[in-house]
T-cell receptor
Framework: DAEITQSPRHKITETGRQVTLACHQT?????MFWYRQDLGHGLRLIHY???????NKGEVSDGYSVSRSNTEDLPLTLESAASSQTSVYFC????????????FGQGTRLTVV | DAKTTQPTSMDCAEGRAANLPCNHS???????VYWYRQIHSQGPQYIIH???NNETNEMASLIITEDRKSSTLILPHATLRDTAVYYC????????????FGKGTRLSVIA
């Protein structure tokens, strides 16, 4: 069955380190999204992509970057991790033209100490 | 995209119908109503969507008022596994903007 997977599921890192969270989907969806979820803020959009070589900033993109070199993957990089980036991160994908019927991964819990 | 208003929390007895309301008074003619839910520690899950007609699938029913300013998600026989945060989202079915989540309604199904 097609799926979307995130790795790692849990990570602890130190302030200032570069961290990359992986997202891989096997639906061949063009659209991919990264969200973060914090208590009191709900799900907030970080970055998204509508296809290979396409990336767009979301509501809370500062300190994050993404690259889309193929259809299946959209890795999220924290250039210099900060304690404020401690959060649960969710990746999602959807078909072109049907952006709102999205499928979400199980999340990555990131702790920055 | 139109904004939505949902109650912060609701309780429902196990086996009874759970009716989750959503107000979207500024909805436009080309905007759909979508519902997602998020069970604790999991990613959000698509439930159902509709434009103006009532919709039903294996998970739930969606009732949209004639003026489309509000809707209700119905879980016909709630179980403990339906305890989750339910999000009502209004947006165009096509276009290049992602899902925008509000705070949702926390539904607690009680045995």
């Amino acid at each position: 069955d097609a799926e979307i997977t995130q790795s790692p599921r849990h990570k602890i890192t130190e302030t200032g380190r570069q961290v990359t969270l992986a997202c891989h989907q096997t639906w061949n969806h063009n659209n991919m999204f990264w969200y973060r979820q914090d208590l009191g803020h709900g799900l907030r959009l970080i970055h998204y992509s509508y296809g290979v070589q396409d990336t767009n900033k979301g509501e809370v993109s500062d300190g994050y970057s993404v690259s889309r070199s193929n259809t299946e993957d959209l890795p999220l990089t924290l250039e210099s991790a900060a304690s404020s980036q401690t959060s649960v991160y969710f990746c999602a994908s959807s078909e072109s033209g049907r952006e709102t019927e999205a499928f979400f991964g199980q999340g990555t819990r990131l702790t920055v100490v | 995209d139109a904004k939505t208003t949902q109650p912060t929390s609701m309780d429902c007895a196990e086996g009874r119908a759970a009716n989750l309301p959503c107000n979207h008074s500024t909805i436009s003619g080309n905007e759909y109503v979508y519902w997602y839910r998020q069970i604790h520690s999991q990613g959000p899950q698509y439930i159902i969507h509709g434009l103006k007609n009532n919709e039903t699938n294996e998970m739930a029913s969606l009732i949209i008022t004639e003026d489309r300013k509000s809707s209700t998600l119905i879980l016909p026989h709630a179980t403990l596994r339906d305890t989750a945060v339910y999000y009502c989202i209004v947006r165009r079915n096509s276009g290049n903007t992602p899902l925008v989540f509000g705070k949702g309604t926390r539904l607690s199904v009680i045995a």
